[in-house]
C-alpha cells in the first residue's frame, strides 16, 4: 500500500461514526453498496468479520486498509446501523482503451506490451500513479534509440460505466547522433587508429541502417572492452580505461563521448611454465602454449593457451578442467613471468545428449551426426566435432552446444545441442551479362532436407539460349545406418554454342540416367561411386571449326556412354556458406567405359584451404587441376573439353573463353585445366556484426590448354597462357539462397578474350 493510500485509509477509519468505538456488537449481516462491476463476494473476502462474528474497532481499521489495499476503490466508508454493517464503495475507472497517437519509431503492440509490464493495460482498473510510470516506460524505450528530444503527453478520457480512456501523444523528434568520440591520455597509437576498434561511430554512408551512430549505453561498453583488447594484445597489461564522459547537446541532438585512457608501459613475456595436476604428459601440454619467452605480452595468446590446454585436457573426459595463468611481474624491467596453474578437477561422463530447436529436422537427423555418446567420457574433441557436422549440413542457421553437469552429481554432465532452422527449400538463379548472349538466366529449385528426413531433392531448369537442362536428383545421405549414401539422377542437356560468338559452333542433345553411392572413410574422408548411360547426339555447322567436324564425320553423331564416376573429398571447413578454417580436398575421375562408343578419362583435383587472419579476416586459397584424354586410340570428345573463365573459375572473363582458339578466334575449350584463386573475406564496412553480408579482394589465375591451337597444331602448357584478374565480390545470405555479386579486372589478357567486369550467380557459392 502507498503511503497516500496508508492516509486515506487512517483517515476513513478515524471518522467512522462512534458507535463502532464506543462498544463493539455482534454483526447481524453486512450489505455492499456502490459497486458495479466489482462481486459482492470479492469484498466479504477482504472483510475481517463475518456474520455472527463481534466487530470491534481493530477490525475496522483493518477493513478499510485492506479494501484500499486492493486498488479497485478510491473511496471506502463502513458505517452501522441497529448490527448490520454497511460497507460503501466507489471503484475506480477501469481502462477502457490505450491509444498512441505520433508512434513511428516503434509499432503500437511492442509499446503496448512495454506498458503492460508497468501494470497499465486495457481492461485493468486504473492508477493514476502509474501513469507516470508508463510515461517514464516511453521515454526509456526512445532512450534506447537515441530519441532523447521525445515529448509524451498523456490524457484521460471518461467514459460511460466507470471507464476511461487513456491516450498518449507522442512528438518523437530526431535521433540524437553521436558528433565526436574523443580519447584522451592515448600516447602509443593514434586516436584514428583506436577509433577502429568502436563499432559506435559518427554519421557516415552506411550509419543509416547500421544505426551505429545511435549511443547505446550495452555498445559503448562493448566497444571500451574491445579497446582494452586491442591494448592487452600488444603488451600493455596496465591499461586501464580511467572514465568515460557522455554528454548530450542542449538541443538534444547531438552526443560528444569522451574515454580517458592510461596506457602503461609495454610489457615482454620471459617466461612461461606449467603448474599443477597435468594428468598428461608436460611435453604434450607445452606444445599447446602459443606465447613463448621473448614475445610481446599477448592476451589473445594466452587465452588461446589455456583453452588448448583445457581442451585437450577434456579430450580425455575433465569436463570442468580449469587452467589459471597467474603473471609475475617486474614492473622495473616491463617484464612478465606466467604460471599456467592446470586444475583437471574431476572426470565426468555424459549423461543424456538433448536436441532442441528442430521443428522441421526430425532429432534423428540431428543425432546421427553428434559424435559424443551419451554414457561415455566427455570428450570435448567429439563435441566440437558434432558442431561442424551440424553446421555442414546447411540445415541451420545457428548451432550451439552446451555441457551443463546434472544437478546432484560430480561426474555427469549434459549436452544439449541447439539448434535455429533455416529455410532449406532454395530457388536458385545465376544470371550473367556479355556482347555475344546477352542476359542469361538459369535456375534450380532443391529441397536439401525433405519432410525433415536430411534427404536431398532437386530439380534444375537452365532457360538459356545457350545452355538448356532439365534434371532431377534425389540423394539420401544415410541409406544406411553407417552413413553410405544412395543417390538417383536423370537430366536432359542441350548446349547450342551456334549462340556464341566468341566458342566454336556445335550443338549436342544429351539424355542421361545414373545411380551413386557414397562411403564415409573416418570423420573427415569420404568416397563416392557413380555409373551413369548417356546418349549424345552432335550437330556441327558449316561454321564449326574442323576438329569439331572430323570428329563428327570420324565417330559419327549419335553417341552413347556409359560413364564411371569416383571422388575423393576431404572437408573439414567449419562452416558450409561462411568457413573461417579448414580446408577441402577433392579428387574425381569421369571415365567414359568400353561398354559404350565414347571411351575417355577426365581427372580434376581440387584443393581449397581457409586461413583465419584476426577477428574479421579469412584468407582463401584455392587451387584446380584439370587433365583429360581419350582412351583406346579415341580422342577426348571435344564437347567434354574443359572450359575457365567466368564467375566459378576467372572473374572478370566471359564463362568458357580462356583458352585454345580456332582460326576464327572461337574457343575450342582444352583437355587441360589450371585455375587458382586468393581471397581475402572481410565483414562489409559499417556491417561488422551482420553474419549474413561479407565482402572479399580477390585474386584470379587460368586457362585451359587444348591439343590443338588456332592452326590445328599441339598446344602445351605454358604459364605465358595464363590470364589473371582481380576485384571485389559482395556475397550476401539472403532469403532465396547464397548472392555473390563480383566486380572484376582483368589483369593479363590475350588477343580475342571476351571480357565480362560484372557479374553475378544467385544460389551458388564460388
Do not use: C
Not at 447481524?28 to 459497486?35: A, F, L, M, S
Not at 460503501?88 to 503496448?112: C, M, Q, W, Y
Not at 564437347?639 to 566471359?654: I, L, M, P
Request: charged share 25%; aromatic share 10%; no cysteine.
Amino acid at each position: 500500500m502507498t503511503l497516500n493510500r496508508l492516509t486515506l485509509a487512517l483517515a476513513a477509519a478515524f471518522t467512522v461514526p462512534a458507535v463502532f468505538a464506543a462498544e463493539p456488537f455482534v454483526v447481524k449481516d453486512i450489505r455492499v453498496e456502490g459497486i458495479q462491476r466489482t462481486e459482492a463476494g470479492t469484498v466479504f473476502s477482504y472483510l475481517p468479520v463475518k456474520v455472527g462474528e463481534t466487530m470491534t474497532d481493530e477490525k475496522t481499521v483493518a477493513a478499510i486498509k485492506a479494501l484500499y489495499a486492493t486498488g479497485f476503490f478510491k473511496d471506502v466508508r463502513l458505517e452501522a446501523r441497529d448490527g448490520v454493517v454497511i460497507v460503501t464503495v466507489e471503484e475506480r475507472p477501469s481502462i477502457a482503451k490505450i491509444t498512441l497517437n505520433g508512434i513511428k519509431e516503434f509499432s503500437e503492440d511492442d509499446l503496448k506490451n512495454g506498458l503492460k509490464q508497468t501494470g497499465l493495460a486495457e481492461g485493468r482498473v486504473l492508477d493514476r500513479s502509474l501513469l507516470d510510470k508508463a510515461e517514464q516506460e516511453l521515454q526509456r524505450q526512445y532512450f534506447n534509440r537515441g530519441k532523447y528530444a521525445v515529448e509524451i503527453k498523456s490524457t484521460l478520457t471518461p467514459l460511460e460505466r466507470n471507464r476511461v480512456a487513456v491516450q498518449f501523444d507522442v512528438v518523437e523528434g530526431d535521433s540524437a547522433k553521436i558528433r565526436q568520440i574523443n580519447i584522451v591520455g592515448n600516447r602509443a597509437f593514434k586516436e584514428k587508429e583506436l577509433l577502429k576498434q568502436f563499432t559506435s561511430t559518427t554519421p557516415g554512408w552506411l550509419t543509416w541502417y547500421t544505426k551505429n551512430d545511435q549511443y547505446s549505453k550495452s555498445r559503448l561498453g562493448g566497444d571500451i572492452e574491445a579497446l582494452r583488447s586491442f591494448y592487452l594484445n600488444r603488451g600493455y597489461l596496465e591499461f586501464n580505461v580511467e572514465s568515460t564522459q557522455v554528454t548530450i547537446s542542449p538541443d538534444k541532438q547531438g552526443i560528444y563521448i569522451t574515454v580517458n585512457v592510461t596506457e602503461g608501459p609495454q610489457y615482454k613475456v620471459t617466461d612461461v611454465k606449467l603448474a599443477g595436476q597435468m594428468l598428461v604428459p608436460e611435453e604434450e601440454l607445452k606444445k599447446l602454449i602459443t606465447l613463448k619467452p621473448g614475445d610481446i605480452f599477448q592476451r589473445d595468446k594466452l587465452t588461446e593457451t589455456t583453452k588448448k590446454i583445457g581442451e585437450r585436457l577434456g579430450n580425455d573426459g575433465y569436463a570442468f578442467a580449469n587452467v589459471n595463468a597467474v603473471p609475475e611481474l617486474e614492473k622495473d624491467k616491463h617484464t612478465v613471468a606466467f604460471t599456467l596453474f592446470v586444475d583437471p578437477g574431476r572426470r565426468v561422463y555424459v549423461n543424456r545428449v538433448n536436441v532442441a530447436g528442430n521443428t522441421k529436422t526430425r532429432d534423428e537427423v540431428v543425432r546421427r551426426e553428434i559424435r559424443q555418446m551419451e554414457g561415455a567420457y566427455y570428450d570435448a574433441e567429439k563435441i566440437n566435432r558434432s558442431r561442424d557436422r551440424l553446421n555442414r549440413l546447411g540445415f541451420f542457421n545457428e548451432v550451439n552446444v552446451e555441457t551443463p553437469p546434472v544437478s546432484g552429481t560430480t561426474d555427469q554432465v549434459d549436452v544439449n545441442v541447439s539448434v535455429a532452422e533455416k529455410s532449406t527449400g532454395n530457388i536458385m538463379l545465376g544470371a550473367g551479362f556479355s556482347s555475344s548472349e546477352g542476359f542469361v538466366l538459369s535456375g534450380s529449385v532443391s529441397q536439401s532436407n525433405v519432410f525433415g528426413t536430411g534427404n536431398r531433392l532437386s530439380a534444375q531448369i537452365n532457360s538459356g539460349s545457350v545452355n538448356t537442362v532439365y534434371s532431377l536428383s534425389f540423394t539420401n545421405p544415410y541409406y544406411t545406418i553407417d552413413g553410405i549414401s544412395l543417390g538417383y539422377d536423370i537430366y536432359r542437356r542441350d548446349v547450342d554454342a551456334r549462340e556464341l560468338n566468341n566458342v566454336g559452333d556445335y550443338k549436342t542433345s544429351s539424355y542421361g540416367a545414373g545411380v551413386r553411392f557414397g562411403l564415409p572413410v573416418n570423420e573427415r574422408d569420404f568416397i563416392s561411386f557413380g555409373l551413369t548411360y548417356e546418349q549424345t547426339s552432335v550437330e556441327t555447322s558449316s561454321n564449326s571449326p574442323v576438329q569439331y567436324v572430323n570428329f563428327v564425320n570420324t565417330f559419327g553423331k549419335d553417341n552413347d556412354t556409359l560413364r564411371l564416376d569416383s571422388a575423393w573429398a576431404r572437408d573439414t571447413r567449419n562452416s558450409f556458406l561462411f568457413p573461417t578454417k579448414g580446408l577441402m580436398q577433392r579428387a574425381a575421375v569421369e571415365m567414359g567405359t568400353p561398354l559404350g562408343s565414347l571411351q575417355y578419362y577426365k581427372l580434376t583435383l581440387q584443393h581449397q584451404q581457409y586461413f583465419p587472419l584476426g577477428r574479421n579476416f579469412t584468407l582463401m586459397l584455392n587451387g584446380e587441376v584439370g587433365v583429360g584424354g581419350g582412351l583406346s586410340g579415341k580422342p577426348l570428345p571435344f564437347f567434354k573439353n574443359f572450359y575457365a573463365g567466368g564467375n566459378s573459375s576467372v572473374r572478370g572473363f566471359e564463362s568458357g573463353t580462356l583458352g585454345p582458339k580456332d582460326a576464327g578466334g572461337d574457343a575450342l575449350g582444352g583437355d587441360k585445366r589450371l585455375v587458382g584463386n586468393a581471397e581475402l573475406f572481410f565483414p562489409l564496412p559499417g556491417l561488422k556484426d551482420d553474419q549474413s553480408l561479407r565482402m572479399s579482394a580477390f585474386v584470379d589465375a587460368g586457362a585451359t590448354f587444348g591439343p590443338n591451337d588456332q592452326n590445328g597444331n599441339f598446344k602445351k602448357f605454358a604459364f605465358d597462357d595464363m590470364r589473371y584478374s582481380a576485384g571485389l565480390a559482395v556475397l550476401w545470405v539472403s532469403p532465396l539462397g547464397p548472392l555473390k555479386f563480383s566486380l572484376a579486372q582483368p589483369l593479363v589478357s590475350k588477343t580475342g578474350d571476351e571480357k565480362e567486369v560484372f557479374q553475378f550467380t544467385l544460389g551458388n557459392v564460388f
